[in-house]
């Protein structure tokens, strides 16, 4: 009786423990608007820059196989969260190929970079890449050039 009672004990403080991350990822922004060295940019909800590219056309990706692997897709997960700074009217989605919906700004769909490796670094704006240039997006939508 004793370690059923401890069992449930530990199982039930263990689901406490992890009810705060739980809630603070489904309550943190999808969008949102943060100061940088270009000036105020989109980024997600924990803090990671995002771009667009440049190929994409009427909303729809460009970039397959070698492109996603350095530019991975922000997809889409539940609800979209516009944050501070985002006009909820340009937050979207798009589908892929896959059937996946990849979260769109403006009409475009955005990507982060592979070599980003922490929040707030912004490694790769600007860049020529699998034909198209890779630009992060201010809150109104355009591109920073």
Known sequence: MRRTLFAVTVVALALLALAPAAMSRESAATLT???SSYGRTLFDGRGYVLYAF????RGRSACYGACAKA???Y???GTLRAGSGVNRSLLGT???RDGRRQITYAGRP???YVGDAKAGQIRCQNAVEYGGTWLIVRPSGKLVR
């Not at 440049?54 to 056309?57: E, K, L, N, W």
């Open 75 to 77: 997809y889409a997960k």
């Open 94 to 96: 798009t589908k892929r």
């Open 110 to 112: 955005l990507y982060y």
């Open 71 to 73: 530019w991975p897709i």
């Open 54 to 57: 440049t190929r994409d056309a």
């Open 33 to 35: 608007v943060k100061s």
